[in-house]
């Protein structure tokens, strides 16, 4: 069964720091670009930044790059989110996500796995 637990959250100032994880298991998670997605209040899930299999490319999203960082240990199956320079307009639920894409019959379906999520909060 695969699950994705995700960590870190909590209450914080604005300018503070957080680091996220996300523990693994039930799958091959080296073989899976793994994501950070957010969901605020009353507003539909964003994409925040992806790391590939390897973790040697990362992309972010233009609203956190530069203060965030994503990273991942394949040993220790987990993948990370380093938050900088917090702001309030990052307040969300962080959810850790992958993407499975298989082609059956010769058309792709595809299965999206994410975790329970992290409350971040960050206000004064």
């Known amino acids: 069964e695969v699950q994705l637990a995700e960590s870190g959250g909590g209450l914080v100032q604005p300018g503070s720091s957080l680091r996220l994880s996300c523990a693994a298991s039930g799958f091959t998670f080296g073989s899976y670009d793994m994501s950070w997605l957010r969901q605020a209040p009353g507003k539909g899930p964003e994409w925040v930044s992806t790391?590939?299999?390897?973790?040697?490319?990362?992309y972010y999203a233009d609203s956190v790059k530069g203060r965030f960082t994503i990273s991942r240990d394949n040993v220790k199956n987990t993948v990370y989110l380093q938050m900088d320079s917090l702001k309030p307009e990052d307040t969300a639920v962080y959810y850790c996500?992958?993407?499975?894409?298989?082609?059956?019959?010769?058309?792709?379906?595809?299965?999206?796995?994410w975790g329970q999520g992290t409350q971040v909060t960050v206000s004064s």
């Open positions: 790391i590939s299999r390897g973790g040697g490319n990362t």
């Open positions: 996500y992958f993407r499975v894409s298989t082609v059956v019959l010769g058309r792709r379906m595809t299965s999206d796995y």
